[in-house]
């Protein structure tokens, strides 16, 4: 019983944790940075000590790994013995994955003279920083999922009588529409709705400069549409 009294009062919830380096976690609830149990990462450069079999390798490639282990992720930490560990040395997992086995087990640090005693570990994949952003850009807030769809919907709804009206007006010999403002319509997401209404209507298809400046912003949107398409898809390629 006194036992499980120690642990619990040693344990802590790690809030918003952030990393300087592959063995260090600072948590926004604790006044100081700690070091994860029984593992050293390579150093930042300028942070060898002169003399000092620093352990090679990545620095940055380990942080950003260990900084992927813990986002979003429920992260708790046991304080250790200092005694034994020394003072800042905590044992955390994320999500019930426990941070010093994963960098061990992914090869970003190598184990201290404290055994780990890690069972078999399923490590995740290190992903760069596309793929990092991909992921950041998926976890959008439902609200914004669904806003973004209707916005979509709706502006390109607007695009295409847009262009209706301006060929109408056209034909009845009234003040056109101005091209900037239909330009700008394209421009914040109604290509589709112009392009469909260019191909119905046959308005607005070879007007220079027009027609050229319309190219560009749909190239430039499409090309947009394939590079989002293909940050979202380059994770599940990777499995």
């Known amino acids: 019983m006194a036992l499980l009294t120690l642990v619990a009062a ?9 990393h300087y380096d592959g063995d260090e976690i600072r948590c926004a609830n604790k006044a100081s940075a700690m070091k994860l149990f029984s593992i050293d990462a390579p150093r930042l450069p300028g942070d060898c000590r002169t003399g000092r079999a620093c352990v090679p390798g990545n620095p940055i490639a380990a942080r950003d790994y260990l900084r992927e282990l813990t986002h979003n992720k429920k992260v708790s930490c046991t304080s250790l013995d200092p005694n034994r560990t020394g003072s800042r040395d905590v044992r955390c997992a994320a999500d019930g994955i426990d941070l010093s086995c994963a960098m061990v087990a992914s090869g970003f640090a190598l184990e201290r003279e404290h055994p780990l005693s890690c069972d078999k570990l399923a490590v995740p994949k290190p992903t760069t920083k596309l793929t990092a952003e991909a992921r950041d850009f998926a976890q959008l807030s439902p609200t914004l999922r669904l806003w973004v769809p209707i916005f979509l919907l709706a502006v390109n709804i607007i695009t295409y009588f847009a262009f209706v009206a301006d060929k109408n007006r056209a034909r009845s010999g009234l003040n056109r529409i101005a091209d ?6 394209v421009f ?10 260019q191909q119905r209507h046959e308005h607005m298809r070879t007007e220079q400069p027009f027609a050229t400046q319309f190219a560009i912003l749909i190239g430039l949107q499409f ?6 398409t293909g940050m979202l898809l380059w994770p599940l390629a990777a499995k």
């Open 223 to 228: 090309g947009t549409i394939i590079g989002l």
């Open 188 to 197: 914040f997401g109604g290509g589709i709705g112009a392009l469909v209404a």
């Open 180 to 185: 900037i403002h239909l330009l700008t319509l």
């Open 10 to 18: 040693t344990s802590f919830a790690c809030m918003n944790p952030t």
